[in-house]
């Protein structure tokens, strides 16, 4: 599964602005700059973000991160097993019960 807006989704700590885009720029404000509320596309934070906000979601779900592989969660219970394979912004399930996959 490729998530589309994975970097659109993560939440920024510090302040940070930017200049209007060309194209979308109030002329009757054009010095003026735009507060960014959430990390954008080229961002050095997005990459970051965007995992941090994937984590805490994921974990939600009770997927626990396998120690080592940063990049691999599993959810176990009873004889029900999924491992979730996180890289970058593609997400991999496997699982021997599609119905446990998202029961929180």
Same mark, same amino acid.
């Given at each position: 599964m490729?998530?589309?807006?994975? @970097?659109?989704?993560?939440f920024l700590k510090e302040e940070l602005y930017m200049m209007q885009p060309k194209g979308f720029v109030d002329p009757k404000n054009a010095n003026k700059v735009c507060k960014l509320q959430r990390s954008i596309y080229g961002l050095v934070q997005s990459s970051w973000s965007w995992n941090k906000r994937f984590d805490d979601v994921i974990k939600a779900f009770? @997927?626990?991160?396998?120690?080592?592989?940063?990049?691999?969660?599993k959810k176990v219970s009873g004889s029900y097993v999924a491992f979730l394979i996180l890289y970058v912004d593609d997400i991999l399930l496997i699982g021997n019960n599609v119905k446990f996959f998202w029961r929180a």
């Open positions: 490729d998530v589309k807006t994975a @970097f659109l989704n993560g009770g @997927f626990i991160q396998v120690v080592g592989e940063s990049c691999i969660y």
